[in-house]
């Protein structure tokens, strides 16, 4: 762990570039032993961090078995609960879905579980889409504090946090070295 100090927030590196990419393999084996015919899965990694981490799952799944699985993107905006209470005007990217939702295996991939409210209005996107078959949901990070009745089915690590910490994933995709840092306001 290391501690960087960045205005009068205090961040530490909980996850490093190593076991970040540990935690991404174990997410895929785990959604492979339970998804035994990966022909029926499709990924859809909620925009942004969950975009990358669902294509580096994928990526993962393939080193381990040799399919390839779909992977879409999901712009939640317009499903978001607090879209009215936001007083600039929502900016608005495209939802790429491979193929049809319909009597699809879709797992859901972000990067933290928090409230639910993500998951929620993602559900809501993809339901809009169509009747999938079954909705599961794997994240990189679960810290806890929901705020609706949601439960990751692949969790790569919980971190118990408190209210005024939060957790950012950062992804070289970004620009940024990966890992997972926890923020505190002091």
Not at 113 to 135: E, N, Q, S, V, Y
């Amino acid at each position: 762990m290391t501690r960087k100090q960045k205005t009068d927030a205090v961040e530490v590196r909980i996850i490093n570039r190593e076991e970040m990419a540990g935690l991404i393999g174990r997410l895929a084996a785990d959604i492979l032993d339970k998804n035994q015919d990966l022909s029926e899965i499709t990924l859809v990694g909620i925009r942004s961090r969950g975009a990358h981490l669902a294509r580096r799952i994928a990526e993962k799944i393939f080193e381990k078995c040799g399919v390839r699985v779909p992977v879409g993107i999901l712009d939640i905006t317009l499903y978001r609960d607090d879209l009215r209470s936001r007083l600039d005007q929502p900016s608005l990217l495209r939802t790429e879905i491979p193929g049809a939702v319909e009597d699809r295996n879709i797992i859901l991939v972000d990067d933290v579980l928090f409230t639910g409210r993500t998951i929620r209005a993602a559900m809501d996107g993809i339901m809009d889409m169509g009747r999938a078959r079954m909705i599961q949901l794997a994240v990189l990070v679960d810290r806890g504090f929901r705020e609706l009745p949601i439960r990751a089915n692949y969790t790569g690590r919980y971190v118990p946090t408190k209210n005024d910490q939060t957790i950012r994933v950062r992804f070289s995709e970004d620009g940024d070295e990966d890992g997972v840092i926890l923020r505190e306001i002091p």
